[in-house]
């Protein structure tokens, strides 16, 4: 199939997306929010993928929503940008944190405004030393949007995410690990070559347990301690259940690498 | 039985499933035949203790058969039987646990609010969509829900045929418990088996004095509940759980 703003490729059991409009910093419009979430629609129903990511053409990785968009039109009456958000955005950051199988980030370079908070939405943010993130709405009278706030007190601490969101300034990648907001830093030249490594690694292991740990972390922010013991306990049962389960016993009981098939 | 499932997964407990998988369990009014009937039956046997009904892991029943509705005007619609199966289904006298997946609207969701005790996997959906069709809910859509979680809630979705989350449906008391889909029914089946094994005449009462609040003040229903209270004193189960506490054991309960 043929995508305008998106490529789209899929490889040993990983489905690579990599946002194409590197002239307009990958900015969001319309064809390309349809693009992605049909792709990733298809991919969260599609078991032979068992690892997806995320990455960006050019030198920018996202800049959120695409200004020029006729959507976004400052000239015409007030826009409601909610309606963007309840049909787009939103759907997206689910279709990310709801996928059953780990979602890696590669972030290039600038990801501002929602371009950030899908990142930060992503299982696994990489991102390359250059790279850098801006919670830019503060400075158009915007609120982070994306799942911006709720995203970063639960990354970075409430004072953080304050500073972060109230001042918008650009956070180096290397400082973002500091803060605890995205997993690894790498060369840039590194990027691409660490994030497959690590996407051919996710998509050998466990995949439908891997699927069950990240909705037990999703839960545990708004769980509470019993509540969470009693999930761990449910998605044991479920996991113990799995073949893979089987599988990873077995090769532990026989001193060999065990062959998971996800399920 | 053509469109329902029996089994009995513990001592004293039976499961039905509705099997109707190929029209989403849509209750028409053969497979609500089915139920109320076997209820009936149920009823009666002395080693049955709590019955469970659920549906498949997609699906616990998506409405009613439409095209049955559609075939009624107002004159055949006075002779429908359905009203008198509903009944049946609530005069049931045992526990009743209602294991609900995936959807359950209209009747489906009607059928689910004839349940004593609800559970949901985290996939449920509920909803009255009936308003879509020009109708309304008529099987104690309205009523069972309203009493449930109140005015405001229930003319929204009656009015609007909105869906209810497995989350929202717990946070209303609609459902007692949100399960992993893959184990609503064993969870289901293990809370039915603990009810089991309580003693069954008091498991009786409770549900009478409970179906009561609906139908007579507080006060009739305290007079009611005194009642009950009074006449298990004469049981024999009520001294064999006094004593066992006492003595520190378990309890053995027989019904009498």
């Known amino acids: 199939m043929d995508y305008q703003t998106i490529i789209v490729e899929e490889k040993d059991a990983v489905g690579y997306l990599t946002f194409n409009r590197p002239k307009q910093l990958n900015s969001f419009n319309e064809t390309m929010h349809l693009e992605v979430s049909s792709v990733m629609k298809a991919w969260a129903k599609n078991s032979n993928i068992r690892t997806v990511v995320i990455s960006a053409e050019g030198r920018g990785f996202c800049a959120g929503q695409d200004l020029n968009d006729r959507v976004v039109d400052p000239n015409a009456d007030s826009p409601d940008l909610g309606l963007s958000i309840d049909k787009y955005y939103n759907p997206l950051i689910k279709l990310i944190t709801e996928m059953p199988k780990p979602v890696i980030c590669a972030v290039n370079g600038v990801a501002a405004g929602a371009g950030a908070n899908i990142a930060l939405a992503c299982d696994i943010v990489i991102a390359a030393k250059s790279a850098s993130f801006i919670q830019a709405f503060c400075r158009l009278g915007l609120v982070p949007d994306s799942g911006g706030t709720w995203f970063l007190p639960r990354l970075v601490g409430r004072a953080q995410a304050m500073g972060l969101a109230l001042l918008g300034d650009k956070i180096p990648a290397e400082q973002a690990v500091q803060l605890g907001m995205i997993w690894q830093v790498v060369e840039d030249e590194m990027l691409k070559a660490e994030s497959i490594k690590m996407a051919e690694h996710l998509a050998k292991q466990p995949t439908y347990g891997l699927s069950l740990i990240k909705k037990a972390i999703h839960a545990a922010a708004h769980n509470n301690l019993d509540d969470q013991l009693l999930l761990e306990r449910d998605f044991q049962r479920l996991a113990g259940r799995s073949n893979d389960y089987r599988e990873g016993v077995q090769a532990f009981m026989q001193k060999r690498t065990p062959e998971y098939k996800g399920c | ?256």
């Not at chain 2, 004159?75 to 997946?101: G, H």
């Not at chain 2, 229903?221 to 003595?247: C, P, S, Y």
């Open chain 2, 1 to 256: 039985m053509q469109y329902i499932k029996s089994s009995s997964p513990q001592i004293g407990v039976i499961l039905i499933e509705l099997n109707r998988p190929e029209k989403r369990n849509a209750l028409n009014n053969a497979i609500l035949k089915e139920i109320a009937e076997y209820l009936q039956y149920l009823d009666a046997d002395i080693l049955v203790k709590v019955v469970v009904i659920t549906g498949n892991t997609q699906c616990f029943a998506a409405g009613a058969d439409l095209n049955e509705l559609a075939q009624h005007d107002v004159i055949s619609i006075q002779q429908d039987q359905r009203p008198l199966l509903w009944k049946s289904i609530d005069e049931f006298s045992k526990p009743l646990i209602m294991a609900v997946n995936g959807y359950a609207f209209g009747a489906g969701f009607e059928l689910a609010l004839h349940g004593d005790i609800i559970l949901t996997g985290d996939n449920a959906q509920f909803a009255l969509p009936e308003i879509g069709l020009g109708m309304l809910p008529g099987a104690g859509g309205t009523q069972r829900l309203a009493r449930l979680v109140g005015q405001q809630l229930t003319m929204r979705w009656a009015m609007l045929g909105e869906k209810i989350s497995s989350a929202t449906a717990l946070q209303h008391g609609i459902s007692s418990q949100i399960c992993p889909t893959a184990l609503t029914v064993q969870y289901a089946v293990e809370l039915a088996t603990k009810i089991s094994k309580q003693a069954p005449l008091a498991i009786r009462v409770i549900k009478q004095s409970l179906k009561s609040i609906h139908e007579i003040t507080l006060s009739q229903g305290l007079k009611l509940e005194r009642q009950h209270f009074v006449w298990l004193a004469a049981t024999q189960d009520r001294k064999e759980g006094i004593n066992a506490f006492l003595e520190k054991r378990k309890p053995e309960f027989r019904g009498v």
